[in-house]
């Protein structure tokens, strides 16, 4: 599918638990993986060795930071597939990520809190404790806008721990990797202050603080070692800061003195020989020499010694040069040897405190996200919504968060949804195109996830009985690249949620049916609908251009019809964005098509075709669909000479 990651091919044999399980046992060097609580899990298991064959064999990238295996138990996950993903434009969209949930509600400050986020959006939680321990959390922020602040404030200067403890537990890490460590670090007293004087906030705040660890130490040695701004490159020195290793000091001082010696024989000669535009150079072929121009050549003492002859210069040199010059050298050589070891020194340093400082930033992490949260509540307005294991779906005055925030200049109409297991399983929406459908379906899909995610959410009241999975088909495209056509693709991201959907899914499905033939949509549509209604009993909203199927709430005690409210003034269209109880009559295409530029001709001529094609159509009326959409045992009206063929047909609606 479009947006689909592309595959990696890699050798099967690393996947193989014979290989897999010994590499992992003899990576995080222990005997047995019962300690991560995988060791049964085979499966899960060889994929994790081959990943690491390949970070070590094929990269080559070293991967001792890699210091422990964690499980992701799915049964307190909601499952979202990839297409339910981009439907719903969680992390990216074709307008780019500013345009997805993840663009809309990422107010981080640190890229540790951008993955975060992230990996929160598309692995929602079903477990209402830590869905209640974030949602307590950021009510806490929300009292004390202050503190709020103050936190945010110290997090804009975190740089990514996560990364940096990455490379410099691969021994890539540079002198400003560590400076940027300890810079880190040093916020860790003032945001644990701050935590401590904020009231409430319960499971989840008490997690936070007791994950940040105390590198007061560390940080001090950094801070003490390391120069204010350390070049790029760990070689050549000026890394260490004056005054913490002595040796080093030393050699420094003599590399001086000798230069200040350069520059007082350099004025000396040029009294002795009255040569005033001599100079004392250096270069990495000669060492220091003297260099006269061609036109004091006859100046030249006798004892100044010939090394090279230039087109307008001749240079020399002394003993005495060359005996300052060994002097010079080896103490800049030795002083950039003291400082490159007492720079892997300090990179080891910080290697036996990686595990801490992990822990440390994953927890800067969480907090960076519920802080975030916190601000766009404050912004926009959001409410708390009330979480349980109900099967009620209930929003008051619910908005889309993306499009809300994209909207410039106009007001977004909000509009209620209310999803239960007796009379509102399934909601059946009709509208002509650019009502709105799309849009409301989705937000209710947003606003669950969001609110599955501990977060508040855009809306005046919020019920929300937790769902296992979300599944969301709109639209659909070729995949060529699989020889799969439009309706294809359709269908096979139909038969993926009918096939997984449980009784606690929540689906959202728009035109279904319509890559295809008029009728055989219209009975693909229906009997997915009977489907989700009989069998899988999930909460469903359903948009339709297939009036027809609004006979199925006469049928089905959990069936409603809803439909976008429009307004028509002298052939004109006003799409009034409320949803509004009952199956809409009509779908005004041509209007749509004419507010599109269609040329006023075409739009004509559509109208003439379609007055005839409805004077002559032979479908049942919408008082006869009625009467037939009703169970047969109901139709004791109808004749009982009627053909078994004839009868069948028309009971299908």
């Not at 968060?401 to 209310?418: A, H, K, R, T, Y």
């Not at 977060?455 to 709109?474: K, M, N, Q, T, W």
């Not at 890559?515 to 469903?540: C, M, N, P, Q």
Request: charged fraction near 25%.
């Amino acid at each position: 599918f479009p947006g689909t990651p592309p595959t990696l091919y890699y050798d099967g044999y690393t996947f193989l638990p014979s290989t897999a399980i010994p590499s992992l046992l003899n990576h995080f060097r222990v005997h047995s993986l019962d300690g991560f609580g995988c060791a049964e899990m085979t499966a899960a298991l060889g994929a994790s060795g081959a990943v690491l064959h390949y970070l070590s064999y094929q990269l080559r990238r070293p991967t001792e930071h890699l210091r422990r295996i964690s499980v992701r138990a799915t049964e307190n996950a909601v499952l979202i597939d990839q297409a339910s993903q981009r439907n719903l434009d969680l992390v990216d969209s074709r307008g780019g990520v500013k345009l997805s949930l993840l663009g809309t509600l990422d107010r981080t400050s640190t890229p540790m809190g951008a993955r975060k986020l992230r990996d929160w959006l598309l692995h929602p939680l079903c477990d209402l404790g830590r869905l209640q321990a974030r949602q307590d959390m950021i009510a806490a922020l929300l009292q004390e806008p202050f503190l709020m602040s103050k936190l945010r404030d110290s997090l804009k200067n975190v740089r990514d721990m996560e990364r940096l403890t990455g490379r410099i537990s691969q021994g890539a890490g540079n002198a400003r990797d560590l400076q940027a460590l300890a810079s880190s670090l040093g916020r860790i007293p003032a945001l644990r202050d701050d935590l401590e004087s904020l009231p409430g906030g319960g499971e989840m705040l008490e997690s936070i603080r007791s994950r940040m660890g105390c590198f007061d130490e560390l940080v001090d040695l950094l801070q003490r070692a390391l120069v204010d701004e350390p070049p790029v490159t760990i070689k050549e020195g000026g890394i260490i800061r004056e005054g913490y290793h002595a040796g080093l000091d030393e050699l420094r001082l003599a590399s001086r003195d000798g230069k200040a010696w350069l520059a007082q024989l350099q004025e000396k000669e040029r009294k002795r020989t009255g040569i005033d535009s001599l100079k004392i150079r250096f270069n990495n072929v000669f060492g220091y020499y003297i260099e006269v121009t061609k036109s004091h050549y006859d100046k030249v003492p006798p004892d100044y010694q010939r090394k090279q002859t230039l087109v307008n210069a001749e240079r020399f040199v002394t003993p005495e040069l060359k005996q300052m010059e060994n002097t010079i050298l080896g103490a800049d050589e030795r002083s950039r040897q003291v400082e490159y070891e007492q720079f892997l020194l300090l990179r080891e340093e910080v290697g036996h405190h990686i595990d801490g400082i992990q822990i440390t930033a994953d927890a800067m992490a969480d907090l960076d996200v519920l802080l975030g949260l916190a601000e766009i509540a404050q912004q926009y307005q959001y409410c708390r919504p009330v979480l349980d294991d109900s099967m009620t779906l209930h929003i008051v005055n619910g908005r889309h968060p993306v499009i809300e925030q994209s909207l410039s200049g106009d007001v977004f109409v909000p509009n209620d949804s209310f999803l239960e297991p007796e009379e509102n399983r399934l909601i059946l929406l009709t509208g002509p195109n650019m009502a709105g459908k799309s849009t409301y379906i989705r937000q209710v899909a947003l606003i669950t996830l969001m609110a599955q995610i501990g977060s508040y959410v855009p809306a005046e009241a919020a019920h929300v009985g937790l769902v296992d999975r979300i599944f969301c088909r709109v639209g659909a495209s070729d995949d060529l690249a699989r020889g799969q056509s439009t309706f294809m693709v359709e269908m096979s991201e139909t038969s993926l949620i009918l096939n997984n959907a449980t009784e606690r899914s929540l689906i959202i499905l728009d035109e279904i049916g319509r890559g295809t033939a008029t009728f055989d949509g219209l009975s693909i549509a229906w009997a997915v609908a009977e489907y989700l209604h009989d069998e899988l009993k999930s909460r469903t909203l359903f948009a339709t251009h297939y009036h027809e199927l609004t006979d199925l709430a006469r049928s089905r005690t959990g069936v409603q019809n809803y439909n976008v409210a429009v307004r028509e003034w002298k052939e004109e269209i006003v799409f009034l964005r409320k949803i509004v109880q009952g199956a809409a009559d009509k779908s005004y295409g041509i209007q749509v098509a004419r507010l599109a530029g269609m040329p006023a001709v075409i739009v004509d001529r559509a109208k003439a075709i379609l007055s005839h094609l409805e004077m002559n159509s032979t479908r049942p009326r919408k008082k006869e669909r009625s009467r037939l959409a009703e169970p047969r045992a109901k139709n004791t009206d109808m004749d009982d000479d009627m053909p078994a063929g004839e009868y069948a047909q028309l009971e299908l609606f």
